[in-house]
């Protein structure tokens, strides 16, 4: 079966630097989700979207911002960046309803220099 | 204190044992109850998926949710080396809309061939 697909898998910036981050939901899946997860953490939710409106919004930091495009794929760009964004950086999708099931991609391991 | 709490281990057991993990949690609008499965530097695998209380069985794994203790467990019956992984709780307050998860910090368990 599809799976979420993340790109790149890993990226390395420098300080001060932006970067993109991009997401494939779940074919038919409508929302997507993004996550951060720092070393030895669980996962921190950043933000979500549903049918490429924002929908909820966790403790995603005024320097990230992300959108969903009319394919449902989303991207997260992130400007300034900081030591402490070093980070794995998941997207989820799922397809709203009853149950809701958030599926997780295999990640962007995001390295700050 | 975080609205999720989960010992973060490690828990050590011998293939073939019931292995039993557990969170506790203290927003009472939870009502949404998953267990994800995250293999090192993986994305987090979707492995039960609960609503409010009761006990749900798939194969190996049985999950329980008691809401008026706030506290729901995993059992994995005859734990195998393959089901070597960190194993996370997460919880979301509505099923059928956008809403991220939170997370339990996770816990490693070991199966001791």
């Known amino acids: 079966a599809a799976g979420v697909i993340q790109s790149p898998r890993h990226l390395i910036k420098e300080k001060r630097e932006t970067a993109t981050l991009k997401c494939y939901p779940i074919p038919r899946h409508d929302t997507v989700y993004w996550y951060q997860q720092g070393p030895g953490q669980d996962p921190q939710f950043l933000i979500s979207f549903y049918e490429k409106m924002q929908s909820d919004k966790g403790s995603i930091p005024d320097r990230f911002s992300a959108q969903q495009f009319s394919d449902y794929h989303s991207e997260l760009n992130m400007s300034s960046l900081e030591l402490g964004d070093s980070a794995l950086y998941f997207c989820a999708s799922s397809l709203v309803g009853l149950n809701n099931e958030q599926f997780f991609g295999p990640g962007t391991r995001l390295t700050v220099l | 204190q975080k609205e999720v709490e989960q010992d973060p281990g490690p828990l050590s057991v011998p293939e073939g044992a019931i292995v039993s993990l557990n969170c506790t949690y203290s927003?009472?609008?939870?009502?949404?109850f998953m267990w994800y499965r995250q293999y090192s530097r993986k994305g987090p695998e979707l492995l039960m998926y609960?609503?409010?209380?009761g006990n749900k069985e798939d194969g190996r794994f049985t999950a329980q949710v008691d809401k008026s203790s706030k506290y729901i467990s995993l059992f994995i019956r005859d734990s195998q080396p393959s089901d070597s992984a960190t194993y996370l709780c997460a919880m979301r307050p509505s099923g059928g809309g956008a809403d991220g998860l939170t997370f339990g910090k996770g816990t490693h368990l070991i199966i001791q061939p």
């Open positions: 927003n009472s609008a939870f009502q949404y």
């Open positions: 609960t609503y409010s209380s």
